[in-house]
């Protein structure tokens, strides 16, 4: 049975496997490469999307599991091309290197701050500790989305 | 003529790169697929060591979807550093776990991963020989029984048995130090284990045959190491191999040899059709060319003043089943052991050392991390001998101008005296905090010494007609800003353009010149000394023009903010886009070529056998500092401040640096603290993903502060040096000095993971022994330093 689910905004049908990792079949099936695999195990968070708004691995999702539902990816963040706040922050604080991990945290971060409109510096490090970071040791990270929040 | 100041091209220039990274629309290798293309697995040794008895896929070869399939009879040849000693399969013999057999195309992964299922494979173990000490045992059994038989591609090296690779280094008489009646001997021992790079791209190529010549495109910081080895291991000119790099997501040394590309290449021929391969995250961890793991013995004879009179070291570099890049890294010892200090006699060898485990590899400041530990570590414990405080002994015995190198390298110029006060300032300004909360506190400075790896580069500038300017070379974007920042910002302020109309081309083997590839500093050095070459002739060339143009001579011009105009006041002039259409129509488009090779600092001669590099061209000097708590209960170490005072020869763009000063000093952390790799009874690496092997987070780091050293004296390009790869470089030397200063213990090993905290302060560590590390320097050679081969 073909799964249903909503992709930034557009109707989209998959005919994978229910069981399917949801981020291959946004990779593989819709070509949204924004989302990377890169541990597939739940523990690095390149791969966070929005299910129902809500920041998930799509490495550990079933693709089943997006039946319904509205999925979030990173592509749906910058309407019409135009940077969201954190992204524009982002690249302000020159906080980009190989920038493999950034689809990921500009998810996570996007929604955490819209949760969060007035974090402190440790609840943002502690909103990143599922989004690993190989390159930059964070702090440029952290500097931006507090930025973001005006503190 | 009119030159570019070094300061026009200081910017801080945001890199161009980022939106596309931040939106998710960058295409790293990973990204990439066309219709039709197969996708390949391939099948690995699940043993050490064993003998190739049967590889029999003629079942596999019949499944749904399989379209090829590649053995060991496809691919003949040999490649390697130093020796060619490693064949792209396994021929006769396992030396791994995780050594490839043989590589499958099919329609779909799952497909492909069945048909290496219905491989009949039969291998009959042999003794497997899992670390050095093993490997140096008298009667080990051979990693390679056909040593002799290789072929050597650089004489010098003392080879035989399970010692890949032996370089020494020898100068003054050490034993008349040693011997001396006024001096003392400290001795040190240290080990360290392997680091993974964790690169959040996985190695992935996707490999065409076209037109009798393949092309990959590959997540590579060496595309042409990837277009010659391709070539070498499958026995085809290397003309016939096209190499094309997208963005990298990330390689820190991971990326700097020859991986999975043959095995695409190779299917991509047998199927005719295009080919995909991406490392599965665990073949990843099991075939990581790690940092390798290390053991080290080093002796100093010091006077009561805390002269350094002679100094002697052994160090072992398990280089896993082939040889590698752990040959041309046995050269590194004599500069970085052998660095940071003044000392009057020395003599220093390093061996690459074979075991039955996964072939190790580069990774950023390569061995000087633990080097660099050991060294500094040994100064701590000689300072401490001699009841002197170990800053103190640093001012005194840090290389300074005219001091001598381990190799007879003399130093120019006093960079880390300056740079020590510099650092004093800055803990000075922020004294530590020490509540009284049971937890033992301690702090360390520390200095390291790393270099340029300069080389061979190419670059090409083409200057288009509306003022834009082409960059051609064979760099590689892997994240670190040079491509995005560095190089632009060089050919920008060359040419009076923004570095926005500087246009990079993205690394293509059939559009620009050999390069040595991306690493040991070297980009914005080396490539960017090209670029400006390039961009020198260019501008050459649109000033001739100009001043036809302006009928005035080109030494009266100025070639600025889009214009050349009349150097004065209200000077008539031209747009650059005028003068470039100008040109174009006179004399055809107008190109410049630049090109920049290795300067070759020699050292004195008979000083250094084996070695690939006789002396730094760029030497680059780092003084770190770092104050840490540690919970006795626990074991646990916590870092409560950082800091870094780097010489960047000049700073191109700080923010840039400051980027890859955070990131660097983090991949430290994580190494000195709980970056922990280790290998099973039969040889297999434990450490399978990102839940048992823990890379730093948020939440365990701390903003490092820096300051920037510039001045000190370089051979790049407007006085710049590499910046990205040394700030790893005394980061574990500086947490476990600042441990032992907090612990009182004597800190020998790397990481420190809360255990082995916890065992050093009850007492329960036991001192390092190493048997198989001869307690006389010379015993420890294969032959006598200088003696011929
Ligand atoms: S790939 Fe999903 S969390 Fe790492
Ligand atoms: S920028 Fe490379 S992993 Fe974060």
Redesign the interface.
Known sequence: MPIDMIVNGEAKQSAADPMTPLVDVL??EFH?????P????G??G?CTVLVDGEPRAACLTPAGLAQGREIG???G??AG?R?NPV?AS???H??????????GM?VTLTHFLAQTPRPSRDQ???A??G????????????AAALDVAGA | MSITTPVDAVMEFRRRDAGDKLTGRTRYTIDRGAPGMLHAAVLRAEVASGRLVKLDTSKAAALPGVRAIATAADAPGRVGIGIADHALFAQDRVRYVGEPLAAVAADTLEQAQAALEAIEVEIAPLPAVLTMQDALAPNAPLIHPEWQDYEVLLEGGARAGNVAWEATAVRGDVDAAFARPDVRIVESTFRVGRQNHMAFEPRAAVARYEEGRFHIETSTQVPWTVRNATAGFLGVPASQVRVTVPPVGGAFGLKFDIAIEPFAALLAKLSGRSVRLVNSREEEMLTCLFRENAEIRIRSAVTPEGEIAGREAVVLMDCGAYGGEQIFLTTMTAHTLGGNYRVGASRLVSRAIYTNTAPNGAFRACNGVYNTFALERHTDEIAAALGMDPLEFRRRNVLGDGDLGATGQKFEAEVLRPMLERMEALRAAAPPRRPDDGRLYGRATTVGTWFVFTGPSAATVNMNADASATLVTSGVEIGSGSMMQGLPQIVAATLGIRPEDVVVRQADTDAAGYDVGVGGGRQTVSLGAASLQAAQEVRGKLLAVAARMLDASPGDLVMQDGRIEIAGPNGAGFSIAEVAARAQALNGPVAGTGASARKGVPSLPGCAVGHFIDALDIPVFAVHDCEVAVDPETGHVEVLAYRVVQDVGRALNRSAIGGQIQGGVVQGLGYALHEEVSIDADGRIRQNGFETYRVPLASDVVPVEVELYEGAPSLGPFGIKGAGEVPILNVGASVACAVANATGARVQELPLTPPRVLALLLGRQPELAFPHILPAWDDNLLRPHGAQP
């Open positions: 990779r593989d949204l490469t924004g989302a990377k890169v541990c597939r195990e523990f690095c390149a990816t990173v592509e963040l910058s091309g940077l992204q982002l690249v302000e020159d906080a980009v290197q190989c920038g493999m991990c950034f689809p500009v943002v490090r502690a990143l500790t989004n690993a970071c190989r390159c930059t040791g964070y702090e440029r990270i952290v």
